[in-house]
T-cell receptor, first 113, second 112 residues
Framework: GENVEQHPSTLSVQEGDSAVIKCTYSDSASNYFPWYKQELGKGPQLIIDIRSNVGEKKDQRIAVTLNKTAKHFSLHITETQPEDSAVYFCAASQVESARQLTFGSGTQLTVLP | DGGITQSPKYLFRKEGQNVTLSCEQNLNHDAMYWYRQDPGQGLRLIYYSQIVNDFQKGDIAEGYSVSREKKESFPLTVTSAQKNPTAFYLC???????????FGPGTRLTVL
């Protein structure tokens, strides 16, 4: 089955700096890679996703890059703000599969004012 | 407002008791999922259902049971056979074969 590893487990950055979170996956058949943000005491919310037919996707301050050859993908947050502080999860799956996502172990991002 | 609701937010039970967690969605989604979240770990799949009256075991189904009698409801029962039931439980739903999953707010279960 799929295995997703996520690094780092904790990340602290100064407000305005950039943050990068990296994930690797094991199943070369995976072709859908979402990122979720989870605030304290709440359920995760999808913030951006990428499919294997593209190498990069951007949405305002958030971007995701995918390297299918190396089987890794990354989340980039620029101009970080205190409200970006949360736990971020990466995940991987096959779009055609009736099954579901395999999640990474999460990254606690803290943006220091 | 469309969304997923889970109740209650906090639940306490004595060891040896079965407990049922509620999950309701009004998004008209076919697929629903239950995950367990433990500190420092990612979400682990317990059960999922692609359609009414059908469900499949996930990675950690032992000690849990589910039913899917209605499209909008997917309750999870934590049985006394679950050795370590204290955790944060998350329900999610998605449109059929799409993998964009929408999560509920979660239920924190504590077994005393």
């Amino acid at each position: 089955g799929e295995n997703v590893e996520q690094h780092p487990s904790t990340l602290s950055v100064q407000e305005g700096d950039s943050a990068v979170i990296k994930c690797t996956y094991s199943d070369s058949a995976s072709n859908y890679f979402p990122w979720y943000k989870q605030e304290l005491g709440k359920g995760p919310q999808l913030i951006i996703d990428i499919r294997s037919n593209v190498g990069e996707k951007k949405d305002q301050r958030i971007a995701v890059t995918l390297n299918k050859t190396a089987k890794h993908f990354s989340l980039h947050i620029t101009e970080t703000q205190p409200e970006d502080s949360a736990v971020y999860f990466c995940a991987a799956s096959q779009v055609e599969s009736a099954r579901q996502l395999t999640f990474g172990s999460g990254t606690q991002l803290t943006v220091l004012p | 407002d469309g969304g997923i609701t889970q109740s209650p937010k906090y639940l306490f039970r004595k060891e040896g008791q079965n407990v049922t967690l509620s999950c309701e969605q009004n998004l008209n989604h076919d697929a629903m999922y239950w995950y367990r979240q433990d500190p420092g770990q990612g979400l682990r799949l317990i059960y999922y259902s692609q359609i009414v009256n059908d469900f499949q075991k996930g990675d950690i189904a032992e000690g849990y049971s589910v039913s899917r009698e209605k499209k909008e409801s997917f309750p999870l029962t934590v049985t006394s056979a679950q050795k370590n039931p204290t955790a944060f439980y998350l329900c999610a739903s998605s449109l059929g074969r799409h993998n964009e999953q929408f999560f509920g707010p979660g239920t924190r279960l504590t077994v005393l």
